[in-house]
């Protein structure tokens, strides 16, 4: 076998490609994971690694493991699920796979592509949940905002669901990027693609008391991150998603995922119910293309017809028939 040419070795390769072209630190976890999973599987199946011996057949086999597999069962952060992966998440494997080899046609590692005789699998439509009006009042009021830290974690969960930011959009705000007059942010989103989000008047005021009066000392003077853990250290990505998943539990939300994207769902609903339109918050959202942005415009049309339901003129007249 050529070590240059093994699967662990071109992956590498691919990493640093994907890191040069401005791919995003989660985006290439992604795409490395799935490769590392199904390398994994080709060890121990006994099938070859070297990237010229793999064929299609062997990728198919993958694909048909796969959907055997339960979900988390190569994750070893978490626990593995009963139920098994879902068909979007091996959709995910098939783009990874398609992406990879034309890397490697592009560089010259392979001439023939085998991923052109797999075609992208149909995924089962997405659930998207969202919070109800009385979930949202359950967690803000769980929340001690009389606290330093409390009033912090409260301006995030607001941020949050004014903005539909990403975790990572809204762990990377630095001080500069918080224009309170104006009312918006300056966001870094995927592939470093700078846009403009805009903030509601609320998020202002208590943005503006939060920088005030209860963010903490910066541990280091060149520290300008807007939100800060107890030690004057920027809040990582996993320390914002703990302390949510805190929230939803003190506030007995059942039902729901009580996650960041959670709340990215909810405010996209609530921005269409409320008058918004597509194309705008395609750009608030940082939506590339309106195939994602459609799915928000099914769950607000599935809510105007639930509140149809409740207020319907003629019904709330209780006419004879």
Request: charged share 25%; proline share 5%.
């Amino acid at each position: 076998m050529n070590p240059a040419t093994d699967l662990a070795t071109l992956t590498e390769g691919y990493r640093l490609c994907c890191a040069a072209e401005g791919k995003s630190p989660m985006t290439i976890r992604w795409y490395c994971g799935k490769l590392s999973v199904f390398r994994q599987y080709l060890e121990t199946s006994g099938l070859p690694t070297e990237i010229g011996a793999v064929e299609v057949g062997h990728i198919r086999k993958f694909l048909v493991h796969l959907s055997s597999a339960r979900a988390d069962q190569n994750n070893p952060k978490k626990r593995p699920r009963e139920e098994a992966l879902s068909s979007l998440t091996i959709q995910g494997y098939v783009r990874t796979f398609k992406a990879f080899y034309s890397w490697l046609m592009r560089e010259g590692y392979v001439t023939k592509n085998p991923m052109k005789l797999i075609r992208v699998p149909k995924a089962a439509k997405i659930i998207i949940e969202t919070f109800s009006d009385e979930q949202i009042r359950s967690l803000l009021a769980s929340i001690d905002t009389k606290d330093a830290l409390g009033y912090r974690d409260y301006c995030v969960l607001l941020v949050l669901l004014d903005t539909g930011m990403r975790l990572s959009e809204l762990a990377g705000l630095r001080l500069p990027d918080v224009h309170l007059e104006q009312g918006e942010f300056k966001v870094c989103g995927k592939g470093q693609k700078e846009r403009i989000v805009p903030m509601g008047g609320n998020v202002q005021r208590v943005l503006w008391k939060y920088l005030h009066s209860y963010r903490p000392e910066p541990a280091l003077p060149m520290l300008d991150y807007l939100f800060l853990d107890r030690t004057g250290e920027p809040m990582k990505p996993d320390c914002i998603y703990r302390m949510i998943k805190r929230s939803g539990h003190r506030a007995g939300l059942r039902g729901v995922r009580c996650s960041p994207h959670t709340f990215r769902h909810t405010f996209a609903k609530n921005y269409l119910l409320n008058g918004g339109d597509v194309f705008s918050l395609q750009k608030i959202l940082g939506h590339s293309s309106l195939e994602v942005v459609k799915l928000y415009v099914n769950l607000a049309a599935a809510d105007v017809h639930s509140q149809h339901r409740k207020f319907s003129p003629v019904d709330m007249m209780r006419l004879r028939a």
